[in-house]
C-alpha cells in the first residue's frame, strides 16, 4: 500500500463521541507525516478491544487486537520475571513487513504495519514516539463489570 493511502482511510470502527474520532484521525495523521512507511493502524483500549482501525476492517481488526493484546501481556509477564522494567515495543518480522505493538497510555495498545521494504528503523521509533505522545489521551480504565446485569 503506497504511504499517502493511509491519508485517505477512514476509521473502520465507528466512534460516538466527535472529539475521540478527531483525535484518532490525528493520530493517523502523525504517522502519515512522521512515519509515511507505516500501512496499518489498530489503537486498542485498555481492556484489549479495538477502538480505531485504519487499513483494516473490523472482522480483521477484532482478531489482530485480541492477538497483540495477548502478547503485550505475556511481554510484560517475561519482562516482570526478569526484572525488564517493562516492555517498549514488540517488532514481529513478517514476510511482508514489520508488525510493531507498543503501549500507549495506561494498558493500551497502539499497533503499527510497516510495509514490506519500508524504513523499518526509522519507522519503528517513530511509532514508540507518537504513541508516547499520544498516551495522555488513552489512560483508560477497562471496562466495569455490572453485576445487576445477569
Avoid at 60 to 74: E, F, R, W, Y
Wanted: overall charge negative.
Amino acid at each position: 500500500m503506497p504511504p499517502t493511502v493511509l491519508k485517505q482511510l477512514q476509521n473502520s470502527f465507528p466512534v460516538a463521541n466527535e472529539q475521540l474520532a478527531r483525535s484518532y484521525d490525528n493520530l493517523r495523521d502523525q504517522f502519515v507525516q512522521s512515519a509515511p512507511d507505516v500501512s496499518v493502524l489498530v489503537l486498542l483500549s485498555g481492556d484489549g478491544l479495538a477502538l480505531a482501525a485504519y487499513g483494516l476492517d473490523v472482522d480483521s481488526a477484532d482478531p489482530v487486537a485480541a492477538a497483540c493484546s495477548g502478547l503485550q501481556s505475556i511481554g510484560a509477564a517475561l519482562s516482570n520475571s526478569l526484572n525488564g522494567g517493562g516492555v517498549k515495543y514488540h517488532n514481529i518480522t513478517l514476510v511482508n513487513g514489520h508488525l510493531v505493538i507498543t503501549g500507549c497510555g495506561d494498558r493500551s495498545i497502539l499497533i503499527a504495519l510497516i510495509r514490506d521494504g519500508g524504513r523499518i528503523g526509522s519507522s519503528i521509533r517513530e511509532t514508540v514516539r507518537i504513541a508516547d505522545g499520544f498516551a495522555p489521551q488513552m489512560a483508560s480504565d477497562p471496562r466495569a463489570f455490572d453485576e445487576t446485569a445477569q
